[in-house]
């Protein structure tokens, strides 16, 4: 008797180690490469949750495993910018970096408080042979609460979101609440692991709407009423009027396109007068960033016809 209870009790407690708990948010980001291969991630938060691995939430630390070829996707807790001189092959198209993460998972779950001075950055790690990638995410609807509204992804390394890329495919970010599907042609940022294999990089953060000031929003400059943009909804060219207020010697703008993609990168001055030429690029969104000194004073979606 004793013995069975004891066998009893054995299982019920492997039994609630083996069984994953269900944390209190949790949504997925699916990846597809250009030849269909795919894998998926999951992400989430729980106020249980830690910064490490949790088995409770079916967390597996997999960093010792190599990457699937061609194509596999992991998460992990860090990454460094190896020193410039030791950078192979390094240029303004791709930055080569380290790994310096204490794990790899498919799953991560945290405890992130969204309102906090900090923002909890997530590294997201590929093996890639075909690319683009295709990224959607699931239950995207619950990106338009407040505490989650700034939540993103891009492959602009943290630090340098918005107002300072650091090459030359560097996309916008993609706000979640916006969007369930992105496309990246190029991940800049990537590293060479322990296989000799090429893992590039992707950014993710949870972000509040208080929290856009960690990443540059909210040095924003209130001047919308001294800049004007016409025509918009435009044909081929955009005119942007400044303020006599303004230094134009220090502008300078940015344009993307829908999926992210830079297209153009200042503009022909003329007196206090911006032009943007896009005749020969498709029609569609496209969105403008305008810098004063390298500080963001005016954003606009532009809408070519």
């Known amino acids: 008797m004793k013995t069975k209870i004891i066998l ?46 949790d088995v409770l939430f079916g967390e597996e630390n997999i960093k010792g495993i190599p990457f699937n070829e061609p194509f596999e996707v992991r998460i992990s807790n860090d990454w460094f910018f190896m020193p410039y001189d030791t950078l192979p092959n390094a240029s303004d198209t791709f930055s080569y970096c380290s790994d310096g993460s204490l794990y790899h998972t498919k799953t991560q779950i945290y405890n992130f408080n969204p309102y906090s001075s900090g923002i909890s950055q997530i590294y997201i790690n590929i093996l890639c042979k075909n690319f683009p990638i295709t990224v959607r995410c699931g239950n995207s609807y619950n990106f338009l609460s407040d505490s989650l509204y700034g939540t993103l992804l891009t492959n602009w390394f943290p630090g340098g979101w918005f107002d300072s890329p650091g090459t030359m495919y560097d996309q916008w970010p993609t706000f979640l609440r916006e969007t369930d599907t ?22 993710f953060a949870f972000l509040s709407k208080e929290q856009w000031n960690i990443i540059g929003i909210d040095q924003f400059i209130p001047q919308t009423k001294l800049i004007d943009i016409f025509p918009n909804p435009f044909k081929d060219k955009i005119i942007i009027t400044l303020s006599s207020d303004i230094n134009i010697s220090e502008i300078n703008l940015m344009v993307y396109n829908s999926i992210g993609q830079k ?12 032009i943007i030429d896009l005749a020969d690029e498709p029609n569609g969104l496209y969105y403008l960033i305008i810098r004063d000194n390298n500080k963001i004073i005016r954003t606009e979606k532009l809408i070519k016809f």
Do not use: H
């Open 263 to 274: 297209i153009l990168y200042n503009s022909n001055l003329k007196n206090n007068q911006l």
């Open 182 to 203: 992105t496309i990246f042609n190029v991940l800049p940022y990537r590293y060479i692991d322990a296989n000799n294999d090429t893992i590039s990089l992707l950014f």
């Open 8 to 53: 009893t009790i054995i299982f019920a407690v492997s039994m609630q180690f083996s069984i994953a708990q269900n944390p209190e948010f949790k949504f997925y980001l699916a990846f597809e490469d250009s030849a269909g291969n795919k894998d998926t991630i999951w992400l989430g938060y729980d106020s249980s949750a830690t910064l490490g691995i």
